[in-house]
């Protein structure tokens, strides 16, 4: 059983950075990894994923051009660079595992659906 544990967030200024970090308990060296968030009173939404290779990265239109996936196998770990954050990017941040072959299920995201294994969240909170 793959744990995640998402580490990095907390409360910024509009306009202003935060890099998330999930860590997994084993190697990720087999699975591609998504971000998703959930903002209060919202619906879960994704932000971006990162394939087994990490050569392959999808972003929500939302954060495009504004966050980064990135990867770190030799630390179990991947990260979510976050720039020019503004509120409306307040929400709990999650990271998801899942197989290789479901990241490529669908060309433009990656769907919660997909997820194999999630972590507990970190939130994020951007003041106005």
């Known amino acids: 059983q793959l744990q995640l544990v998402e580490s990095g967030g907390g409360l910024v200024q509009d306009g202003g950075s935060l890099k998330l970090s999930c860590t997994a308990s084993g190697s990720l060296d087999y699975y591609a990894i998504g971000w998703f968030r959930q903002a209060p009173g919202k619906e879960r939404e994704w932000v971006s994923c990162?394939?087994?290779?990490?050569?392959?990265?999808k972003y929500a239109d939302s954060v495009e051009g504004r966050f980064t996936i990135s990867r770190d196998d030799a630390k179990n770990s991947v990260y979510l660079q976050m720039n020019s954050l503004s509120p409306e990017d307040s929400a709990v941040y999650y990271c998801a595992a899942t197989q290789p072959r479901k990241y490529h299920n669908h060309p433009d995201n990656c769907r919660d659906h997909d997820m194999d294994y999630w972590g507990k969240g970190t939130p994020v909170t951007v003041s106005s």
């Open positions: 990162i394939s087994r290779s990490g050569v392959s990265t």
